[in-house]
């Protein structure tokens, strides 16, 4: 059974920072390129990052590169969305995504919000 646990979203202030983790289980974590997505009611999912199992090479929305870091710890099957300089158009439900290497299939996670002030 596929599960995703994700945490860390919440409020914080424009220029702030915020991490957030998404915990897996239920799938062979290594084979799975791990992605963040966002959306704000009404609008399209955005991509945000997305990590490379092994080699761990990420890629980033033009929107967040350089202020977004995304990691992994494939011993832990969990990936981080590190964020920092935080805008209040940061603003959206953020979903954690795992796709299939060779299958690209995907499972979601619930989201996590969050809310940047200004």
């Known amino acids: 059974q596929v599960q995703f646990v994700e945490s860390g979203g919440g409020l914080v202030q424009s220029g702030g920072s915020l991490t957030l983790s998404c915990r897996t289980s239920g799938f062979t974590f290594t084979n799975y390129v791990m992605k963040w997505y966002r959306q704000t009611p009404g609008a399209e999912r955005e991509f945000v990052a997305s990590i490379e199992p092994y080699t761990t090479a990420t890629n980033y929305g033009a929107s967040v590169k350089g202020r977004f870091t995304i990691s992994r710890r494939n011993a832990e099957n969990t990936v981080y969305l590190h964020m920092n300089s935080l805008k209040v158009d940061d603003t959206a439900m953020y979903y954690c995504?795992?796709?299939?290497?060779?299958?690209?299939?995907?499972?979601w996670g619930q989201g996590t919000q969050v809310t940047v002030s200004s």
């Open positions: 995504n795992a796709q299939n290497r060779y299958t690209r299939r995907e499972h």
